[in-house]
Every structure is written in structure tokens, then in C-alpha cells.
């Protein structure tokens, strides 16, 4: 059975779509990457190495979701492949990780995209033979070969939309949470603020919470303090919605003030039966790495061309690909997850050469 994705107008299969909530509920590893290091986590015997690099490798949701997907594509195809880069969300440090890692000269690069700083990078890997893809988050102005991600004004359409019908008729002041200077976290929210023009939520505040759930607690407090009256506030990245529930839990506000948020700690679906948590938003994390990495391979390794061009003039890939977004509710929640662990193929555990 297929099911149609809102924002996108695609369809897709309901079991690799719920793939990022079955390894978000089931898969409980942290292994990962040191800063700036690589580890060799997929693969089969062929030396044909490709790397992803993130300023996120860390980050829960991507060891549950993008990482295990990277690890069923390396052995799926038998080739070898080594995650690097900060664990921070310092770009610099990602920049600088990418610059060394194409100076090795891989078969391809997964990019976990940030701004458009690092546009001369990826045009250095390309320069050097190197094919680059970005995923979850793209970079303006780069020559990368592709994008495999989200539609990130989706994401903050989705949210003022569901924001608005959680308040129904109530009207006051509301906020985001966001990594601010991240392109991604900057289209979600500047299309949270277009949704909601001309109606009587007004946007306040968009605070830059740095993908720390911590800061995203003390910032949601602050808020509080200074709009008393606030109904409701959205969560854009991955840490928002924990410390948007901390802050209000603290302040004695959660339930009171309405959230929705992009997924992030597994507790926001628990919050959802209780109604303390109105919507949370699923990217399909699982795809990123899992097609983008696929797409690198087969970039490798196809003979079909665009109308007769060098891959290197025109490449045998779509520009940009978007995964979608599963809404997830009170009315859905449960269902969703026993769907999701019934129909997952994902590896539950890492591969021992991390341990």
C-alpha cells in the first residue's frame, strides 16, 4: 500500500518511508566517528571507498537513521565507506574536514550540506574528480552533482499550518526555534513566518537554539518570561523540539503551550498521546544516505548519459531529490510506529568494525 506525502505531490512505499521512525524507536547504538577522524563502517571486499561527512556525527537521529541506512547501501553495493568530520555542527571544522578528505581522492562524497560557505569546497572536490552530493541540508551556490533531502519550506509550512489548526481559534504570539545561518533551518522558517501572514498568530521571536537541545530549553524559558501570553512555538531542527519541552515543562507551560516540531528525541511521541505535543514532522533520514549513495555509485559506474555528454559535463543524476515528510499525531502516532517496526530492514546494530 502507498501512501502520498504531504508537500511533495510524490508517492512513495509506507515501509521506506517510516524507515527513519523505526530506527529512531529501535536502534539504540552511539557509535560514531571522533572529530575530525574517519572510520571505516560498511562494505564488502572492493577498495572502492566513499565518504559522508558531517558537522553532526553525534547527533542521535543520524546514528539511528542516517548512519544504518549508510551502512545497508555500502553492503548492498560491496564497496567500503568512511564517515568524518566535527561533531559540533562547527562548519568551519566540516570545511576543512572536506578539503582533506577529496584531497584523498575518493570515489564520491556524501555532504551533510550547512550554507553556502562551503560552495568552494565542494567546487575543489569536483576540480579534483570528485563527485559530491549533498544530503538533508543543500548548499547555495556550489556545483555539487546532486541533492537528497528534505524540502525544507515544506517543512515550515507544515509546521504553521498544523501550529494553526492545534490553536483553532485562539490568536496571540508565537516563536521558532532554529539554527539560524544554517540554509535549510533559514528556508523552514522563513516560510513559517509567510504561512502565517495575515493571520492572528503573530511570530515573535526566531531563536537561534545552535542544534543544542540545552540551549533550546533556556532559550524557550526566555521567551516565556518575555511573552507571557505565548500559544505556541515550532521546533525547525533536530534539537528543537526536546528543549522546547524542557523549557516549557519548567515553566510549568507544557500542555498549555502548543508545540509542533521536526523529529528529533523520542520522547516527543510519547508527548503526543498526551496532547503536550501537537505534531511532529519525520523526515526520511533513511534515504539520504541510503539513494545518496547509491546515486554515487551508479554515478560511477552507469553507461547511460544525458544526450550523449561526459558525466562530467552533464551528470546522469536528477539535481535534486526530495524524500518528503510523514506527519505524526496523536490520531496516528501509534499506528505508525507498529507499522514502522513491522516492515523495517534496516541493520539494528552497527557493524562490529566500529566497535
Given at each position: 500500500m502507498a501512501t502520498q506525502l504531504r508537500g511533495t505531490g510524490r508517492w512513495i512505499v509506507v515501509a521506506l518511508a517510516i524507515m527513519s521512525i523505526v530506527v529512531a524507536g529501535c536502534n539504540s547504538s552511539t557509535n560514531t566517528a571522533a572529530p575530525n577522524s574517519s572510520t571505516k563502517v560498511g562494505g564488502g571486499s572492493s577498495n572502492e571507498l566513499y565518504y559522508w561527512i558531517s558537522a553532526y556525527t553525534t547527533l542521535p537521529i543520524i546514528q539511528r537513521a542516517d548512519i544504518p541506512a549508510l551502512y545497508l547501501a555500502a553492503g548492498e553495493l560491496g564497496v567500503q565507506v568512511k564517515i568524518a568530520g566535527p561533531t559540533d555542527g562547527n562548519v568551519t571544522s566540516e570545511i576543512s574536514t572536506t578539503e582533506q578528505v577529496c584531497a584523498l581522492h575518493p570515489a564520491g562524497v556524501l555532504l551533510h550540506g550547512f550554507n553556502g560557505s562551503q560552495a568552494p569546497s565542494i567546487a575543489g572536490c569536483i576540480s579534483a574528480g570528485v563527485p559530491v552530493i549533498t544530503v538533508d541540508g543543500d548548499v547555495p551556490g556550489s556545483n555539487r552533482l546532486s541533492?537528497?533531502?528534505?524540502?525544507?519550506?515544506?517543512?515550515?509550512?507544515?509546521?504553521?499550518?498544523?501550529?494553526?489548526?492545534?490553536?483553532?481559534?485562539?490568536?496571540?504570539?508565537?516563536?521558532?526555534?532554529?539554527?539560524?545561518?544554517?540554509?535549510?533551518?533559514?528556508?523552514?522558517?522563513?516560510?513559517?513566518?509567510?504561512?502565517?501572514?495575515?493571520?492572528?498568530?503573530?511570530?515573535?521571536?526566531?531563536?537561534?537554539?545552535?542544534?543544542?537541545?540545552?540551549?533550546?530549553?533556556?532559550?524557550?524559558?526566555?521567551?516565556?518570561?518575555?511573552?507571557?501570553?505565548?500559544?505556541?512555538?515550532?521546533?525547525?531542527?533536530?534539537?528543537?523540539?526536546?528543549?522546547?519541552v524542557q523549557g516549557l515543562r519548567e515553566g510549568g507551560q507544557l500542555g498549555k503551550v502548543k508545540v509542533v516540531t521536526i523529529q528529533g528525541a523520542d520522547e516527543l511521541f510519547s508527548l503526543l498521546k498526551t496532547g503536550e505535543v501537537s505534531t511532529v514532522l519525520v523526515q526520511q533520514r533513511a534515504m539520504f544516505t541510503y539513494w545518496g549513495l547509491q546515486m554515487l555509485y551508479w554515478y560511477n559506474h552507469t553507461a547511460v548519459t544525458v544526450s550523449g555528454f561526459p558525466r562530467t559535463v552533464v551528470a546522469p543524476v536528477p539535481p535534486r531529490v526530495i524524500t518528503g515528510l510523514l506527519t505524526v499525531t496523536k490520531d496516528n502516532v501509534d499506528s505508525m510506529l507498529a507499522s514502522a517496526s513491522a516492515s523495517s530492514t534496516l541493520p539494528s546494530t552497527l557493524p562490529s568494525s566500529t566497535k
Open positions: 541533492y537528497i533531502g528534505t524540502a525544507w519550506s515544506d517543512v515550515g509550512t507544515a509546521l504553521a499550518l498544523d501550529l494553526k489548526a492545534a490553536l483553532g481559534s485562539t490568536c496571540g504570539p508565537v516563536a521558532t526555534l532554529s539554527v539560524v545561518g544554517k540554509t535549510n533551518n533559514d528556508e523552514a522558517t522563513a516560510a513559517f513566518a509567510a504561512a502565517l501572514k495575515g493571520s492572528c498568530l503573530n511570530v515573535v521571536a526566531n531563536e537561534n537554539d545552535k542544534g543544542v537541545a540545552a540551549t533550546a530549553a533556556s532559550l524557550t524559558s526566555q521567551i516565556l518570561a518575555a511573552h507571557p501570553d505565548l500559544v505556541g512555538i515550532a521546533g525547525v531542527d533536530a534539537s528543537s523540539g526536546q528543549g522546547i
